[in-house]
């Protein structure tokens, strides 16, 4: 199939039924900054998807508007929906939608520095009502999905490393018991070998668990070796999606997002003159 034939925007994963159905929304910032343009998007139940594109292309902004975190910004969903388990949700509280099985871990990680890796972790827990007991259950099926946070487990989070924060983020919104996870650039900052280990337990948590993952990543050929669909996004708006080995093997996702070009380059100026476009931005 050609490139132009695979740019479809706003289609959805075929054949499943969907945890998270986000339809045509736009978002405005200060009442007059419109930052995403009719964005829609799938979530499968028990997938994995990808949300690509490059810095400030609306991934964040996306996830935020899923979790109802972007009134913190000044921001609004001003257009379409956002459905979780077929009820629309967008009009509801963070908590409210952390109780109903669908929490964000948030771009940097954010870790309480002053707690401890088991704190950071109990302090998921803290909308649960089923007992003691069982979130003691839970935090140990955590320390055997992450072995490094039980070494850690009486370390303050501020002095741990930056991958040991990133699975602390994840164990922590793991122990809310959610159904769908939304989880915003995990990589940054991260050195190669430790992002494959957080993407292996995400994939692990998936499998075992059967909790849904939305993915926004700026490392697409990461992203795209995990996830079972993708979406693009530049400049607000979905410009392609499909199943992740499609976008892996797209010329145009090559070129611009997994950072592979057809045939020999041997100088700047053999780069600079290089005539491939965005057939979706002509």
Not at 74 to 88: A, D, L, M, P, Y
Request: glycine share 10%.
């Amino acid at each position: 199939m050609s490139s132009a034939a695979q740019i479809q925007p706003q289609g959805q994963p075929q054949n499943a039924e969907a945890v998270l159905t986000v339809n045509n929304i736009e978002v405005v910032y200060d009442h007059v900054i419109l930052v995403l343009k009719g964005v829609s998007l799938s979530v499968p139940k028990g997938g994995i998807v990808a949300l690509l594109g490059a810095n400030g292309a609306g991934k964040t902004t996306t996830l935020k508007a899923i979790s109802n975190l972007l009134h913190a910004e000044r921001g609004e969903v001003t257009k379409g929906s956002i459905e979780f388990n077929g009820e629309r949700v967008d009009r509801l509280s963070p908590n409210e939608l952390v109780r109903r099985g669908c929490i964000q871990v948030l771009e940097g990680r954010h870790c309480f520095g002053h707690l401890t890796i088991e704190e950071n972790l109990l302090t998921g827990a803290f909308t649960r009502c089923d007992g003691n007991a069982a979130i003691k259950r839970d935090l140990e099926a955590i320390y055997e999905y992450f072995p490094r946070l039980k070494q850690r487990r009486s370390s303050m989070a501020g002095y741990t490393s930056g991958g040991e924060q990133q699975m602390c983020a994840i164990g922590r919104a793991m122990m809310s018991k959610p159904s769908m996870i939304l989880l915003d650039e995990p990589s940054m900052g991260l050195a190669p070998q430790i992002v494959e280990e957080i993407f292996e337990i995400v994939r692990k948590l998936n499998a075992t668990e059967g909790v849904s993952f939305l993915l926004a990543e700026q490392n697409s050929n990461m992203a795209l070796k995990y996830a079972t669909y993708g979406y693009i996004l530049e400049t607000g708006r979905v410009v392609m999606d499909g199943p992740a080995r499609m976008l892996r093997e797209n010329e145009d996702v090559k070129e611009f997002y997994l950072g592979v070009s057809e045939g020999d380059r041997k100088s700047f100026r053999a780069v600079k003159s290089y005539k491939r476009r965005k057939r979706w931005l002509a």
